[in-house]
Antibody, heavy 124, light 112 residues
Framework: QVQLQESGPGLVKPSETLSLTCTVS????????WSWIRQPPGKGLEWIAN???????KHNPSVKSRVTISADTSKNQFSLKLSSVTAADTAVYYC??????????????????WGQGTLVTVSS | QSVLTQPPSVSGAPGQRVTISCTGS?????????VHWYQQLPGTAPKLLIY???NRPSGVPDRFSGSKSGTSASLAITGLQAEDEAYYFC????????????FGGGTKLTVL
């Protein structure tokens, strides 16, 4: 059974860096693709970034210059860092596993397992 | 504004059939990228409901079905039950300048 669990500070000051970790059990992070997705309070979902099994990454242009996604295979974890945060970055942050059919086509990517989410508030 | 447009709310009585639309454009659904659907119960994480336009993951009742045509997709729920009351989101890929995976704004289903 695949399980994901986000962890990190729930409160970050404006202009500082938001740091979150996703711990995965039931699947090797080296064998799949992984994502960070966020949901501002009362709003919809926004894809932030992917990290692939070869360590390569892809980011949403809306946050690209501020985001770093990385993986620690020894701990079966992957992480998100978002710099220079503002109140607009206040959201529930989810980590998720990316799934795709045998074609591996990016146009078919979907998110089949999600963490419970963690609320990060940006405030002084 | 979301790239994929969903109605903010739909409602139906127990036992009825409801549909939720997801309207995109030629850079996403119309480009034949797959559409996926998620159910989000209050206070919980989204759960995969439909993938690859029409496929149900193991454990999802066959009351839930997906379809796609042109630049739109739909989620149909038959035999509506009280526990179906939730938010529903569609998701696809967009090949415009942003080139990202995108979600609809979400639809709140109320079971009357």
């Amino acid at each position: 059974q695949v399980q994901l669990q986000e962890s990190g500070p729930g409160l970050v000051k404006p202009s500082e860096t938001l740091s979150l970790t996703c711990t995965v059990s039931g699947a090797s992070i080296s064998s799949y693709y992984w994502s960070w997705i966020r949901q501002p309070p009362g709003k919809g979902l926004e894809w932030i970034a992917n990290i692939y099994d070869n360590g390569s990454t892809k980011h949403n242009p809306s946050v690209k210059s501020r985001v770093t996604i990385s993986a620690d295979t020894s701990k079966n974890q992957f992480s998100l860092k978002l710099s220079s945060v503002t109140a607009a970055d206040t959201a529930v942050y989810y980590c998720a596993r990316v799934s795709v059919d045998s074609s591996g086509w990016y146009g078919a990517f979907y998110f089949d397992h999600w963490g419970q989410g963690t609320l990060v508030t940006v405030s002084s | 504004q979301s790239v994929l447009t969903q109605p903010p709310s739909v409602s139906g009585a127990p036992g009825q059939r409801v549909t939720i639309s997801c309207t995109g454009s030629s850079s996403n659904i119309g480009a034949d990228y797959h559409v996926h659907w998620y159910q989000q119960l209050p206070g919980t994480a989204p759960k995969l409901l439909i993938y690859g336009d029409t496929n149900r993951p193991s454990g999802v009742p066959d009351r839930f079905s997906g379809s796609k045509s042109g630049t739109s997709a739909s989620l149909a729920i038959t035999g509506l039950q009280a526990e179906d009351e939730a938010y529903y989101f569609c998701q696809s890929y967009d090949n415009s300048l942003s080139a990202t995976w995108v979600f609809g704004g979400g639809t709140k289903l109320t079971v009357l």
